[in-house]
């Protein structure tokens, strides 16, 4: 009977709430207060609802925490009011609790599986809490009861486009366009959707809803989608559909740079770049943009001079000092890379990304002994960043230091040890300690590669390397079996071509071993045009 | 244990001088006895003793030009015939920023006799050369007897002829072989075409210029570029046209193909087909086994006999190169020295390919991993009938020292003892002082400089002086010597074959042309027959014209000269 009255009233609470997602926490408050006139029958409901009232009141003068507290005690005394406990659960949700809320809705619902307001609640919540394949299922039971709830079909197609299930976004959104349309937010999952399932002209339809309707953020973010969706005749569209008087005409004329970049329209990217820098628009970002367009043009000085200015016109942002030592480091200016990752670690000596670079600046330079201390500097301000502590029992072991190399190691296996490069990196040490006459350190590095392979079946490396160690063992049959398996994985791998043709010559596969000699030629020869620019800069170490 | 080598000594010498069936005397009259060292030690370092006090000269530099690192070329090589080893030390040269105070010489030690050596470079006129100099290849281009000089460097390399007189004259010009423009390292005496004059193969390093200097910092100190920084280049062939004059070959051969940083090489019948094959080490580029089409081209095998490159198809830096029967099977095995953390690679030959790695089986990973290697050969230090093999190392760089805990600048030398059947074991403890300190070494050569039996060692070291090795132990064991002269074949015999039968034991030899590092070993042939009881042996001489020759019952513990087809 006490159930039966909840579930009523909570019934009465999902009309009220139908209205829109940002009123929907104080129509609850509100319709609640509707019902504190209704009858109950003991005399400890009633104090129940005494505080319940007040805590409704105290949420509308703005005191959640009062409200919260009034709330509470309220349950304590009618722990199975679902009336109650969905309340809580909102308030909780407005104050960004929301495991908490999320555990009262489903109290609230398990009362009274009926309350679409809670449930819808508790999606949005799970939603918040990218527990998409949870708030989908919560969404499916409310629409199941209500077919037509509208904010249901709005929320459960955003779930669904977050979860990567476009087809279901798409037909969700698109069945409730009068909710989409109200929100740019909606509009850009919409398009975003019908891009993923290449129905490119329904999402620039969708798009021209943006350019019609929102205000110039709702533009910029259908024209980003475009962007993002590689239709850069839409997103160029969307943006000069801005006025260029208006507020936004700096960040909307480096979007267009932008979207002019990722079309590999470097040179007119760069002028948009460089006309807004002259127009007195002089930002880090726009500098950090054209930095890239110098990049792309192989203008390595001119990409470098506005990485610079990038960095001093915001020397608090790391990022201008890691896209210049990316861009030095990739064309194999060593030198004036690690001098930019100096500076970097003096400025940012709480950086784990700029020590990390720095350590592989330094590895990549073969100065290992500098690369150990920049890389332990980056896993003592996060251990459980795991490619610094990979890099670090590298550097470990490339400078002799077998010893660290495996204590870090044997730590790393600890600590992440779902992670297989930990377990073929110590092999890969081990195979070297084998090679110097040590016997046990062959059998932990097989054993250690087939542990690597329990974790993650196609490690190209852990493949590779066990290959290797079988086919200098002169287990022929299997290396020939583990290496395929690699050349399937890394088709352009020379050295797996060479192991697999060396492999072929003892199984007296002779045809065999000369086609993967020829591929092996072939890949070795990309190699070589790749790798010749990098070594510019190396020192003979 | 003094008087047991002076005894030895008296011995080997007395029987050095007689005469046994057609084989003609090798004559020797050292007097190496005053050069007594302590006991329980390999090698004594005689350098001093010997009056040797030549300085290589690299014209190290700011600029830190690659070619700073690489030369220190030495030979062992009888100049005037008298029976006894004279050494030819190749010198650098100056650079940009790398002045010397003085002149910059090369020199050529004269024997004496008494355990003293004089350096007559500058009467002979070897002593100065008009280019950064590098490595020598020892070899008598015109069968006069008289051995001659090939010297390498840069931006051209020199032939000088061997007046038989104690002089020397320049012959480049009219021979032909400038080698202009080209950085070469390496060069190999053989006859690739079998007509019995010596032909030349120069390994070509990289493109270089002094104008340009790449620039590369280690800690923000100038230091030496990676050598992929430099474009290899091609290999340069000369065929001797009989008349001391010769022809570049290197297009009608192939070998102009053949682009990579080429330094050592050795030339040897590879395969057992009577012609004469190379092995060329190349610094990141793959290592060339150039087998001898017998048509005056070759076809690289390298890649089927899995010598050009490391497991994982990457090539290694290929430095020095040596070859022989390593694990008594008959067939020639290959030592290639590497950088640090490559290994020095120790290949073994097959009648078929591929050849079997043992880098690692034979140990030499173990002993080499730290090492930066460049001079090497095998040598049968205690004449137990196993080659045994020494290396020379030492880094490039000197700031390697603040980027590695375990690779030093300056590094051992690297003596190993082969154990048998090619298993090494690192004798470098017993080795004397010269064992026990780093160096920056680079050029080495072996000869039996004492004549007593047992291969001495020299080495050079980048400017700084140079050590000569007396061996002390190989005399205790017995030993077969033999020099061989081609008449048919080219005179120095290289690319000859020596079986030497010993009760049971089978011993086959090789007269190389090249090997190790820039550098030129005594041509003689020494066999190590161990403690057997075994008094006499019987020979088997295949020459580089396909004339067989047998001999027997050759006593042991004495040279033998050896005249092709003479009974």
Known sequence: MYRTRCTDGATTKCRAHDRGVTHLL????????ILSGTAFCSAQFDEARVHADRGLQLAQSGDLQ????????????????????STLGTLLAMDKKLDESSTLFRKALQLAPQDSTSRRYLAANLWQLHRYPEAKQELQTLLRQHPNDAAARLLL???????GDYSTAAKMLSSVPDEVSKQPESVAALARSYYQLHERERARTTLSVLSEQAAEQGVLLGAQIADQAEDFETAQKLLESVSPSGTHFAIVQYRLAL?????????????????????????????????????????????????????????????NYLDLGRILFAHGSLRIALDVAKRAAIQFPNSVAVFDFKGRTESRMLQFTDAIRSYKRATQLDPSNAEVTLGLARAQASAGLNADAASTLDTALNRFPKDARFQVEYALMLIKQAETGDAVARTRAEKMLRSALAIAPINQQALYELGNLELNDGRVTEASRHLEQVVKLAPLSSQAHFALARAYRRLKRVEDAQKEMDLYNRSKETDSRDGAASHNDEAKN | MKRKINASRVRSHALFAGLALAIALVGASTAFTALAVPSKELF?????????????????????????????GVAFLDVDNDGLLDIFFVNGGETPGGKSPGPIKNA??????????????????????DFYGIGVAVGDFDNDGFPDLYVTGFPTSALFHNNGNGTFTDVTAHAGVKNSGRWAAGAAWFDYDRDGLLDLVVTNYAEFSFDQPKKCEVNGVRSYCAQVAYKGMPLTLYHNNGDRTFTDVSARSGLDKMIGRGLGVVAIDFNDDGWPDLFVARDASPNLLLINK?????????????????????????????VADVNGDGLPDLVVTNFNDQYHSLFMGSASFPYQDRTVASHLAQFSKADVGWGTKFLDYDNDGNPDLIIANGHINQSIELMREDVKYQEPLLLLHNEGQGVFRNSAQEGGPAFNSGYISRGLAVGDVDNDGDPDVVITRLNGTSMLLRNKVGQDSNWVGFELQGTKSNRDAIGAKITVTAGARRLVRWILGGSSYISSSDKRVLVGLGHSQVKAVDVDVLWPSGTRQELSNLQVNRYFKIVEGTQ
């Open chain 1, 157 to 163: 197609g955003m779930v669904s486009e977050n979860s």
């Open chain 1, 26 to 33: 104080f129509s609850i408050v509100l319709s609640t207060l």
């Open chain 2, 108 to 129: 050529l030690y004269r024997n004496l006799g008494n355990g003293k050596f004089e350096d007559v470079a500058s009467k002979a006129g070897v002593d100065h050369i």
């Open chain 2, 294 to 322: 017998r048509d005056g081209t070759f076809e690289d095998a390298a890649l089927d006999a899995e010598i050009a490159y490391n497991a994982n198809g990457n090539a290694k830096a290929g430095m020095g190169v040596d």
């Open chain 1, 259 to 319: 979207v002019e970049y990722h079309a590999k329209r470097f040179a007119e990217s760069q002028s948009r770049l460089q006309r807004l820098i002259d127009s007195g628009h002089e930002t880090s970002q726009a500098y950090n943009l054209m930095g890239w367009t110098y990049q792309q043009q192989a203008n390595l000085k001119a990409a470098a001079e506005s990485f610079e200015r990038a960095i001093a016109l915001a020397p608090a942002d790391e990022s």
């Open chain 1, 66 to 85: 009062g409200a919260e507290n009034e709330l509470r005690q309220a349950i304590k005394l009618e722990p199975r009011n679902p009336e109650f406990l």
């Open chain 2, 44 to 72: 004594a370092d005689i350098t001093q003793e010997a009056g040797i006090t030549w300085r290589q000269f690299s014209g190290e530099s700011p600029d830190r030009f690659l070619i700073e690192t690489m030369g220190g």
